[in-house]
């Protein structure tokens, strides 16, 4: 028994000091100027510190400033983040879930990806996750405005103005050097509250002015949907999962569409598989990772994420439950299936709750 928890021990051990290790190659390649005989030096200092994060299970503190070094730049991710990528990694070669986790990286996928050229970062918009903010960061971070708090509203979607590019207006090879070189990533939640809060948003209380939703969308959705034909009231949740569980929604999504992207899978959204993230982070634990994300970008000396009231990103079951109640095990299995592959690529935990 002693000697199977030692083995796994110097497993564990070894694959952390070659993913140490990768990272930190990787990091030299990308900027050779930039990392010094002294940080090697906090490189190494830094290890042990991130090997008890991961026991622990909460983020790093700044490391403690040790003699001359600069506490400030972190080479080390946090155990956490490495696992989200490797988890990627699995779930994308499992060939049962080839179909839900690859996506070709068409221009549906380029337009969802904003560019920063000075700071070298691509950023993949998830809607329902927070993304005007880290929009309003690539805005203020490429010059069209000094700070957060001076991009108008109007602004922040109109990409005529708010001088933040799509990957896909860019040439071929353009796009494949920005792809191999920057700094990428993006920002999911659990799949089923994204759902809600999509649902909610854009069929339920509309804040920004978007009448198609409820008066072309939603009709367009009640009339191939809706179980119960005597029923008039507007578009209920349990219509909307019909619709995306369909195995054949494709059909009416051609009609909506890119209205379809606060729907549709985080996969067809970003292609996870195909191209590489620097890092995901996660709207449950935003207040961790919006930072880890500048400092790993290498932007957090210039802006900062705005501050994230309490409890508004953490998991709420007792609402996941409330808006499934009343909706058949087949429907909700159905649903469950067509985003099988965002809960398993995110490391989501799968609802049996709903399920079963
Ligand atoms: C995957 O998709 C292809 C093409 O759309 C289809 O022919 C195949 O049956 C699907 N496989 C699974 C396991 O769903
Ligand atoms: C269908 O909807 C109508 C109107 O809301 C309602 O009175 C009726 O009970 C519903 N039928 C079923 C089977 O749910
Ligand atoms: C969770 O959702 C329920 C139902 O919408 C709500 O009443 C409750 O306040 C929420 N809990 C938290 C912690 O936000």
């Not at 051609?254 to 590489?276: R, S």
Request: charged letters at 25%; proline letters at 6%; aromatic letters at 14%.
């Amino acid at each position: 028994m002693h000697h199977q928890w030692l083995l796994l021990a110097a497993c564990f051990w070894v694959i952390f000091m070659f993913m140490v290790a990768s990272k930190f190659i990787t990091l030299t390649f990308k900027d050779p100027d930039g990392y010094s005989a002294k940080q090697e030096f906090l490189f190494l200092t830094t290890v042990p510190e991130a090997g008890r994060l991961r026991e622990e299970k909460h983020f790093a503190e700044d490391p403690k400033p040790t003699g001359k070094v600069a506490p400030s730049s972190q080479l080390v991710a946090p155990l956490v983040y490495v696992e989200r990528l490797e988890l990627i990694r699995n779930v994308c070669r499992d060939e049962a879930l080839k179909n839900l986790s690859h996506t070709p990286v068409s221009k549906f996928v380029l337009d969802r990806i904003f560019v920063c050229d000075k700071h070298k970062i691509l950023f993949c918009q998830t809607p329902k996750v927070g993304n005007t903010q880290w929009k309003k960061v690539l805005i203020v971070l490429n010059g069209a405005f000094p700070a957060i708090g001076e991009i108008p509203e109007s602004v922040v979607h109109d990409h005529e103005k708010n001088g933040l590019p799509r990957l896909s207006s860019f040439s071929q090879a353009e796009i494949q050097k920005r792809l191999k070189t920057y700094f990428k990533f993006f920002i999911v939640r659990d799949p089923f509250e994204r759902l809600i809060s999509a649902f909610k948003d854009k069929f339920v209380h509309n804040p920004r002015f978007e009448p198609w939703y409820r008066h072309e969308i939603a009709p367009g959705i009640i009339r191939k949907y809706r179980k119960n034909r005597t029923e008039t009231r507007g578009i209920q949740f349990e219509d909307f999962v019909r619709y995306l569980g369909d195995p054949n929604h494709r059909w009416l999504d051609l009609q909506f569409g890119d209205h379809i992207i606060h729907w549709v899978t985080y996969v067809e959204l970003c292609a996870p598989c195909e191209i590489k993230y620097s890092v995901i982070g996660h709207h449950e634990t935003l207040e961790e990772d919006a930072p880890y994300i500048l400092r790993e970008a290498g932007i957090d000396h210039l802006v900062s994420y705005p501050a994230i009231p309490p409890g508004i990103t953490a998991y709420n079951r007792t609402k996941v439950e409330r808006y499934f109640l009343g909706i058949s095990k087949r429907d909700i299995r159905r649903l469950y299936a067509r985003f099988e592959g965002d809960f398993k690529l995110f490391g989501y935990q799968k609802p049996d709750f709903l399920l079963n």
